[in-house]
């Protein structure tokens, strides 16, 4: 779903709202979240691993291929489904402006399941998510820090700690960004040895 010159201005403004109802519903982003991560998947298997009502599951799938980003892969029964790629660039009021890519959805559909993203959400809104997902595969490319990014953002720099760590595991599903070094909690270091060496 990129936004391109030859779409109408009808299909941009369509492709906007529907858009703006998965960052403003998220368990319709982590729904989904969930099928642009599996490629193609029936809704039972959303249902089983999403923890969802069957009629609630249902009810989701349809309204995410109503709202175009969700489309009907396999008409055979049981129908499996696949979601669309979202692209769309929009300038805030003041001028900046910000890509709604999958990996932010996904960010957005985690709100309900982690209270770091939830917390973000609340003090910086979705624009500012998206700004942090973009220090997050910064960080995780090894580029920026988190002080560096408190320091940009005007934030602390607990804040921008958590919710670059709360957005790690989308970087790395999203942008295929490789694990580097070890977290001090997997180095195999003898306390009395670092104690001698302090």
Avoid: K, W
């Avoid at 969802?52 to 396999?74: F, K, P």
């Avoid at 960010?107 to 917390?119: L, Q, Y």
């Avoid at 500012?128 to 953002?153: C, F, I, K, P």
């Amino acid at each position: 779903m990129s936004r391109t010159s030859n779409r109408t201005d009808g299909d941009i403004v369509r492709d906007f709202l529907s858009v703006a109802d998965l960052l403003e519903e998220p368990p319709l982003a982590r729904l989904y979240a969930y099928f642009a991560r599996e490629g193609e998947a029936t809704v039972q298997d959303a249902l089983t691993a999403l923890d969802l009502a069957q009629g609630t599951a249902y009810t989701y799938v349809n309204r995410l291929v109503d709202a175009g980003v969700v489309e009907v892969a396999d008409d055979e029964q049981p129908r499996h489904y696949a979601a669309r790629e979202i692209d769309l660039t929009v300038t805030a009021a003041d001028d900046r402006t910000y890509t709604i890519t999958p990996s932010l959805v996904d960010a957005v559909g985690r709100r309900e399941t982690d209270d770091d993203i939830d917390v973000y959400i609340d003090r910086h809104g979705v624009a500012g998510l998206a700004t942090a997902l973009s220090y997050a595969v910064a960080r995780e490319r090894g580029n920026v820090t988190h002080r560096l990014m408190a320091q940009d953002l005007d934030i602390s720099p607990l804040a921008a700690e958590l919710v670059l760590q709360a957005l790690r595991p989308i970087v790395h599903e999203h942008y295929g960004i490789e694990d580097s070094g070890a977290s001090i909690d997997a180095l195999d270091v003898d306390d009395r040895d670092a104690a001698d060496h302090a």
